[in-house]
């Protein structure tokens, strides 16, 4: 595994609001993009890709939470998934699980390794 100053940085902790998500591109090359939670000090990250049938979760940008901001919602179909594992509880997929995004925070920054989502 390489050294976290040559892993991609997506944004600073600050930028994604406490109990929110927020979503990123593709990066260049890549076709699946990624998005981060924060919980207090802790970001996860998934990648953007229902299991049931790949399409994005969010039916508009940044929208990948449930109203309570307790679970993760897909939008094409109403699948929740747990925030803390990405496991789908309830809908078509369940049992399945999103695909987690291995996540350093540097110095305030948010990074991912170069390959996610690729």
């Known amino acids: 595994m390489s050294d976290a100053a040559d892993w991609r940085v997506l944004c600073r902790v600050e930028d994604i609001p406490d109990g929110e998500a927020r979503g990123f591109p593709a990066p260049p090359g890549g076709f699946t993009g990624l998005f981060a939670i924060r919980r207090g000090a802790r970001v996860l990250v998934y990648v953007n890709s229902c299991p049931h049938i ?23 179909h109403g699948a929740r998934f747990r925030i803390e594992d990405g496991e789908c509880v309830s809908g078509p997929c369940m049992g399945d699980v999103l695909e987690a995004v291995e996540v350093r925070l540097v110095e305030g920054e948010v990074r991912v390794p170069p390959d996610a989502g690729i």
């Open 54 to 76: 790949g399409l994005p979760l969010e039916p508009v940008p940044d929208r990948f939470l449930d109203r309570k901001r307790e679970m993760i919602v897909c939008a094409a």
